[in-house]
């Protein structure tokens, strides 16, 4: 049966009277905007003549479009727009496109009308959700809205309810994946007052008239406004490093160079080492700012050398506390460039005064193309920092071979003969080229108009099918009256009949012609109770939970615990960038097993397609999915990617560090992380009580230290949030010392505790490395034994004889499950030492040989890493 509508209670703040903001309902719209001025005005704000025009706007029940330009102060009429709703009794929405400014607008909107008054859903996490005011992403609000869930009273079947919903970042109304999220609660809330954000919106017209038709307001646009701090753009033939130089000693800086690719950001930073970017004072004192932190190896020694000379980089494959750090660096003052990708236009706090732009071509992961006005006005409205600059810049390189032809040409100056001897340098082939003409169209060109991208999806039908009312004639009309062109075969229309009849086959719904049913009562209704947040955090965690009943209870502990592990890891989008990587390896193995088996050319291609990366349980979960599909097939909108990451990490001992290491992906260790942070996050969440064995707790609490020791801040905010949100269960709303409180473990940099604080998460961290050796020595890898214990005196050539005598009397060396048992495992602690001696399971069973390591607890606290020194592989 379809679950009842929820129960709304009228909305009530505990907003003080003495609050600048708190107005009295009833309060016309002059005497409200007085109010909001006076607010303004008390913490030092001038408010712009358009700040001024929205807010009138907003005050006054209008919709109000506000596509002004970055740093123009959108957020400031957002806050008139929350005033305005909390003084007529209606509730508020914030939504944005990612969890992390949804969080960050919670404290701030917390901070202006207390934390009673403030609640977040984000999907996986729920705080004071009963708030007027409540922050969430878009897709939160279309799947309240699909359900019906924001009517006037809890008999509606209308989300008919007075609400205002301020939507930031509007423009990804356009996103082909997500855009239909921003879409859906303008075509179903005819009660709300929307107030849309964005710098790049276009031509808003048919979307504004659309407004109006279904709600009867009328529509401010409010845009082409005069940019606090107007932008100087220029075309330059020049080499980029000496367009830096100048920018540099012209006091043009902070200089942001913005690139496509992570790689080529990297490049272009180590490159700039040679160029002057800081003075002595300056270096010292980014040393001085650098003091206490922590940069691991690899990327984190690159970054460390790269900020001491003034120069950042910044991309999405960072780890976040070094995004973080180059971006506190910035506001500080003390980087003077920073190479990196177009996250500048994804909201990103750094103040910039340049711009630079080493293309106007992309990969947006189809193909190369030229960028979008949007693209390019919304990564260029970063220049110019208000309050600090007067203008900002945008500078746009001319390509490559443009640049060398034109420096040739300089060169031969007035001789022509010179110059008809020049070879002029062409574009590379397949390279998307640009010119001036380029630049000039983006730079004059108005953002594109949105485009609608409206689908129907499974999640979307069902969200229907449990709202009161007839499913049937309200998914006819979302779908017909939605932003979409007319078509006279609607492929949305058959796309819904499709999903429907999949569900009606599944048992998920049942249809009762309309002879049989009363007046009133729809001929359509949902047989099953579908969770209100199955398709908004993890999709696949219902799936997940099942398929964990499916696992043998009679394996051996620390194996099952290994197999719930990769059931959650299927049902986890993986890091791409690993995955590649294993099957690259893979692959590799392969060829070599196959070239020393005698296999041809052509008999080796077509066998090496059929390698990928490891997928352990894949059988098992795949047929499983296909049966569970049959019975749900919402989840055919995703995919099953059974996969070993989390898994080899354990198996193997390896490290953050070896991991990204073996791999190769130290530009992208910040995506590894956030997937480890993602796998952590599902285990909690997902895996129930009579499964959280103590082989699986030990997991978790291994993968809880790995993520804290790399970077504590995901895993912070989350274990922040969530558990302000279990304090607030039982309570109307947060206190304003629990918010601060969460809001200081938000933002907590400090360093994360000792490496071996944690004895249970490191005995695992032990246990693999102990076991890591084991694996190699049943492959008789010497070499890579060598390589892990050079260090200590144990060469390959010692591994080789110590193990000598093992294989004149046994044939192999157990890895299975049997072999990790707990029991052929010994730690015994001596101090801050640890000897540890694992036991070889051998074919017999006579478990006579053992492998004895020595841990130094105070080295494994300063390598925040497992610290191995062999002592003995004998037998007793």
């Not at 609000?141 to 930031?168: F, I, K, M």
């Not at 001319?398 to 070879?423: F, M, Q, S, W």
């Not at 108005?446 to 039908?461: I, N």
């Not at 893979?586 to 020393?596: E, S």
């Amino acid at each position: 049966m379809p679950s009842p509508a929820p129960t709304r209670a009228p909305v009530t703040t505990t907003l003080s009277p003495a609050h600048p903001l708190a107005l009295a309902r009833g309060t016309s719209p002059d005497d409200a905007y007085e109010a909001f001025e006076a607010y303004a005005v008390d913490r030092g704000l001038t408010l712009y003549p358009h700040q001024e025009e929205a807010a009138l706007a907003v005050l006054g029940g209008e919709h109000v479009v506000l596509a002004t330009p970055t740093g123009s102060g959108k957020s400031l009429v957002a806050i008139a727009a929350h005033a305005a709703a909390l003084a007529r009794g209606a509730r508020t929405f914030y939504t944005a496109p990612v969890k992390a400014l949804v969080s960050e607008k919670f404290f701030d909107l917390a901070a202006v009308f207390g934390a009673a008054n403030v609640g977040m859903v984000t999907g996986d996490i729920s705080i004071n959700p009963g708030a007027p005011v409540i922050c969430c992403t878009a897709e939160i609000l279309a799947a309240q809205t699909l359900r019906g869930q924001l009517g006037a009273t809890p008999a509606s079947t209308e989300n008919d309810a007075d609400l205002v919903v301020v939507a930031d970042e509007f423009h990804f109304y356009a996103d082909p994946q997500r855009g239909a999220a921003w879409q859906i609660p303008l075509l179903d809330l005819p009660g709300a007052q929307f107030v849309l954000l964005s710098a790049t919106l276009g031509d808003m017209t048919s979307i504004t008239q659309d407004l109006t038709r279904r709600t009867g307001r009328e529509c401010q646009v409010i845009a082409n406004t005069e940019r606090p701090v107007p932008l100087h753009f220029a075309y330059s033939l020049d080499p980029l490093t000496e367009v830096i130089e100048e920018l540099l000693t012209t006091r043009r800086a902070p200089v942001y160079v913005v690139h496509f690719t992570q790689a080529a950001a990297l490049e272009r930073a180590q490159a700039l080492t040679s160029v002057q970017v800081t003075t002595r004072p300056q270096r010292e004192a980014i040393a001085e700012a650098l003091s206490g932190e922590r940069f691991a190896g690899g990327f984190g020694t690159t970054l460390s050398r790269l900020l001491r000379l003034g120069i950042g980089v910044h991309h999405a494959g960072m780890l976040p506390r070094y995004r973080r750090l180059v971006e506190r660096l910035v506001q500080a003052g003390h980087l003077r460039v920073v190479c990196g990708t177009d996250t500048l236009g994804v909201g990103v706090n750094m103040p910039i005064r340049t711009v630079v732009f080493t293309s106007l071509t992309k990969y947006d992961g189809v193909r190369s193309r030229h960028l979008t006005a949007r693209e390019f006005h919304q990564i260029a409205g970063r220049a110019g920092r208000a309050g600090f600059d007067t203008v900002g810049d945008v500078v746009v390189q001319a390509p490559d071979h443009v640049v060398e032809n034109a420096k040739a040409l300089a060169k031969a100056g007035d001789d022509e003969r010179k110059r008809r001897k020049i070879v002029r340098k062409k574009a590379p082939d397949g390279h998307v080229n640009w010119t001036d003409k380029t630049f000039e169209r983006l730079r004059d060109s108005e953002p594109e108009p949105l485009t609608s991208q409206f689908h129907v999806t499974h999640a979307m039908v069902l969200g229907v099918l449990a709202r009161p009312g007839d499913p049937v004639a309200r998914m006819t009309r979302l779908v017909l009256d939605s932003h979409e062109p007319h078509r006279a075969a609607d492929p949305h229309l058959r796309r819904a009949v499709g999903i429907y009849r999949s569900l009606r086959s599944a048992g998920l719904v049942q249809h009762t012609p309309r002879q049989y049913v009363r007046d009133g009562e729809p001929t359509v209704t949902l047989e099953a109770d579908m969770p209100d947040d199955f398709a908004l955090n993890s999709p696949l965690s219902p799936f997940a939970l099942a398929a964990l009943e499916l696992l043998d209870p009679e394996a051996e502990p620390f194996t099952r615990a290994l197999e719930v592990v990769s059931v959650i890891e299927a049902t986890t989008p993986g890091p791409r960038p690993v995955l590649m990587a294993q099957q690259h390896a893979a692959r590799g193995d392969a060829i070599g097993q196959m070239k020393a088996d005698g296999l041809e050319y052509e008999e080796r291609m077509e066998l090496l397609d059929e390698i990928t990366y490891p997928q352990p349980l894949q059988e098992l979960l795949a047929g499983a999915f296909e049966i569970y599909a049959r019975a749900n097939p919402w989840v055919s909108d995703w995919e099953l990617e059974p996969k070993s990451v989390v898994r080899e990490m354990i198996e193997t001992g390896m490290t953050f560090s070896e991991l990204v290491s073996r791999y190769s992906v130290t530009r992208s260790e910040g995506v590894v992380l956030r997937y480890l942070t993602d796998v952590l996050r599902s285990m909690r969440q997902v895996i129930p009580t009579d499964l959280r064995t103590s082989e699986v707790e030990d997991v978790l609490t291994w993968l809880g230290e790995v993520v804290r020791q790399v970077d504590s801040s995901l895993l912070t905010e989350w274990e922040a949030l969530a558990g302000a949100a279990s304090d607030a269960v039982d309570a109307d709303g947060l206190t304003d010392a629990e918010l601060e409180a969460a809001e200081r473990r938000f933002g907590d940099s400090e360093t994360p505790p000792p490496f071996t604080a944690n004895e249970r998460a490191f005995r695992t961290a032990v246990r693999g490395a102990a076991f890591r050796r084991v694996e190699l020595l049943a492959r008789e890898q010497y070499a890579a034994l060598g390589a892990l214990d050079g260090g200590a005196g144990w060469d390959p050539q010692r591994w080789a004889d110590a193990l000598g005598p093992y294989w004149s009397e046994y044939d192999d060396i157990g890895t299975d499950g049997a072999a990790r048992s707990a029991s052929l495992l010994l730690i015994e602690p001596e101090g801050r030492t640890w000897y540890v001696t694992q036991i070889l399971e051998d074919p017999d069973g006579d478990h006579d040989w053992r492998l004895i390591l020595e841990i130094d607890l105070d080295a494994c606290d300063a390598a925040t890493e497992v610290v191995v020194r062999p002592l003995s592989l004998a037998q007793l």
